[in-house]
C-alpha cells in the first residue's frame, strides 16, 4: 500500500479522453434547382424545375383572380350598403316622419343628420387660400395645421428648429403648407350648424346627408 505521508502516490490507470461531441449539422444536399454561376443542372433538374415553376405561376394566377372577385365584391357590396343607409331608407323614413322605429323583423333604424367636410383640393389656389381665410376671420384658425420644409444639408439637423422667419433671413428656402384635417373640420362644421352659424359652401366641401343606423334588438 503506498505511503501518503511521504507523498508517494501510484498513478492511476491512464484514461483516455473521448471527444463526444457529435456533429448535427445535417449534410448538405444540392439544390437540383440552382441556376448559380458554378451550377451545372442535368435535363431531369431542368425539367423538375420548370414543373416546379409551372406549379407556383398558376397558383399565383389563381391567387390574383381570387383577390379581384373579393375586391369586386366588397365594393359592390358596399355600395349597396351606402345606398341602402344613406338614401333610400332614410328617405322612407323622411316621408314617414319617422327619426326612429323598430321595424317587424326586430332592427331598431335610426336615422341621425351627418355633416362632413374636407378643404377643396390643391388644385383649386384660390378656394383653398379663401377657407383658410375664412377660418382665421371667424376666429377659427387654431384648426389649421401648418407644415413647415426646409431643405438642409446633412448635419444640419440643429437647424431644423429655427424659426421659419430666421431661416428665410439667413437666406434658406422654406416651404410651408397649410392644411385641416378632415374630421377636424368636420367637427367644426357640424359645431358650427348646430349653433345656427352658415358655413359657405363654396369655400368647403360639405357633405349634409341623413344616415341610418340599423342594431337588431337582443
Request: hydrophobic share 40%.
Amino acid at each position: 500500500m503506498p505511503d501518503l505521508s511521504k507523498g508517494d502516490v501510484r498513478p492511476m490507470e491512464e484514461t483516455r479522453r473521448v471527444d463526444q461531441s457529435v456533429d448535427l449539422a445535417p449534410p448538405a444536399i444540392e439544390d437540383p434547382f440552382d441556376y448559380g454561376a458554378d451550377a451545372d443542372p442535368d435535363e431531369a433538374a431542368i425539367a423538375r424545375a420548370f414543373a416546379e415553376l409551372d406549379k407556383l405561376t398558376l397558383m399565383a394566377e389563381r391567387a390574383t383572380e381570387q383577390r379581384k372577385r373579393a375586391e369586386d365584391a366588397l365594393t359592390k357590396s358596399k355600395q349597396a350598403e351606402d345606398r341602402l343607409l344613406l338614401k333610400e331608407i332614410p328617405e322612407l323614413c323622411a316621408k314617414m316622419r319617422l327619426d326612429k322605429c323598430t321595424t317587424s323583423s326586430g332592427i331598431d333604424v335610426v336615422v341621425k343628420r351627418e355633416i362632413k367636410a374636407s378643404l377643396p383640393g390643391h388644385d383649386r389656389v384660390e378656394a383653398r387660400q379663401g377657407a383658410f381665410g375664412w377660418l382665421v376671420a371667424n376666429g377659427h384658425g387654431g384648426v389649421i395645421k401648418n407644415v413647415v420644409t426646409v431643405g438642409l444639408d446633412r448635419g444640419e439637423d440643429a437647424r431644423a428648429d429655427e424659426l421659419v422667419v430666421e431661416l428665410r433671413s439667413k437666406g434658406f428656402e422654406a416651404e410651408q403648407k397649410k392644411d385641416v384635417h378632415a374630421s377636424t373640420l368636420g367637427a367644426l362644421v357640424r359645431e358650427l350648424v348646430a349653433d345656427g352659424k352658415i358655413v359657405p359652401t363654396n369655400l368647403f366641401n360639405i357633405f349634409d346627408m341623413k344616415k341610418a343606423t340599423l342594431k337588431r334588438k337582443d
